[in-house]
């Protein structure tokens, strides 16, 4: 992706489409180094690394706070029936996804490599 995972950005609004399909959820991913590079000059820009999409409400932003390098995702796992108008039931169920929690990481001793300080980036 080429910026930051904003619901009204094109990845949200395609989200949308796709999540309402049953037993479906839809993460999009950026990484840091390009919403730095789409961000104009003196505005600050927020890192939406990523966003989530299911079908039972609305997107939810994966912002990655300052001094932080990774988020931890925890998802809810559930069985649903599917039934058609008709009354049919579906033979197996369908597993459903949803977003339980995330966390930031930050390392103690992050890599050179990885320090946005040291003029990396």
Do not use: F
């Not at 950026?30 to 789409?38: A, H, K, P």
């Not at 961000?39 to 990655?64: C, F, T």
């Not at 796992?77 to 169920?93: F, G, I, M, W, Y």
């Amino acid at each position: 992706m080429d910026g930051p995972q904003l619901p009204n950005r094109w990845p949200g609004r395609y989200a949308t489409v796709l999540a309402e399909d049953p037993g479906s959820a839809v993460l999009t991913l950026t990484n840091l180094g390009m919403i730095e590079r789409s961000a104009l000059p003196n505005v600050p820009n927020r890192a939406v690394v990523g966003l989530w999409k299911d079908r039972h409400g609305d997107p939810k932003e994966l912002i990655l706070p300052a001094n932080h390098h990774g988020l931890v995702l925890s998802l809810n796992c559930s069985e649903k029936r599917q039934v058609t108008l008709d009354h049919r039931r579906a033979p197996n169920p369908t597993i459903e996804y949803r977003l339980g929690a995330m966390r930031p990481v930050a390392l103690k001793n992050p890599p050179r490599w990885l320090d946005r300080r040291a003029g990396n980036v």
